[in-house]
């Protein structure tokens, strides 16, 4: 287990606007401020959810789309740094006209219509990912795969 420990920092309030995808927009933000680390939470719509699901037999990532109006029912995720740069990792529930709710790890393509989001900046040494060949994912770790412990 890796476990940090993190003094609270700025909380930074978005409302992304229509035809914004929400991954990249939100990434751009971490990546302008200087934002190594923090906690995000939204809710709203989007008129397209672009999903994942991952393949924990085959290591793999499975993409989807869904092309109609949803509603952001909850949204949560974190920015950390992959490859030295900051990385949003976000999962989201989502619900169509009948309540029917369905989601997954959110990825880029992610139509919004309108979205709140409440980021909470993180101070400390931030999370960084890794390649895990255990799990195929790029997962926190706080020793470097390799590094002497
Ligand atoms: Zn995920």
Same mark, same amino acid.
Request: hydrophobic share 40%; charged share 20%; aromatic share 12%.
């Given at each position: 287990?890796?476990? +940090?420990?993190? @003094?609270? !920092?700025?909380?930074?309030?978005?409302?992304?606007?229509?035809?914004?995808?929400? =991954?990249? *927009?939100?990434?751009?933000?971490?990546?302008?401020?200087?934002?190594?680390?923090?906690?995000?939470?939204?809710?709203?719509?989007?008129?397209?959810?672009?999903?994942? +699901?991952?393949? @924990?037999? !085959?290591?793999?990532?499975?993409?989807?789309?869904?092309?109609?109006?949803?509603? =952001?029912? *909850?949204g949560v995720g974190n920015v950390s740094l992959l490859d030295g740069v900051p990385f949003v990792h976000t999962h989201a529930t989502f619900s169509d006209e009948h309540g029917n709710a369905f989601g997954g790890h959110v990825n880029r393509g992610c139509r919004v219509f309108s979205l709140e989001v409440n980021l909470q900046e993180l101070v400390g040494d931030p999370p960084v990912r890794y390649h895990d060949p255990?799990?195929?994912?790029?997962?926190?770790c706080l020793t470097p795969p390799g590094a002497a412990r």
């Open positions: 287990m890796n476990a +940090y420990e993190f @003094q609270p !920092g700025p909380i930074h309030v978005l409302r992304l606007e229509e035809g914004m995808d929400l =991954v990249d *927009t939100v990434t751009g933000f971490a990546t302008e401020r200087g934002i190594r680390s923090a906690w995000l939470s939204y809710l709203g719509a989007v008129s397209r959810a672009s999903l994942r +699901y991952y393949d @924990q037999v !085959g290591h793999a990532y499975r993409d989807f789309t869904i092309d109609r109006h949803l509603e =952001v029912l *909850t255990a799990t195929g994912l790029n997962l926190w």
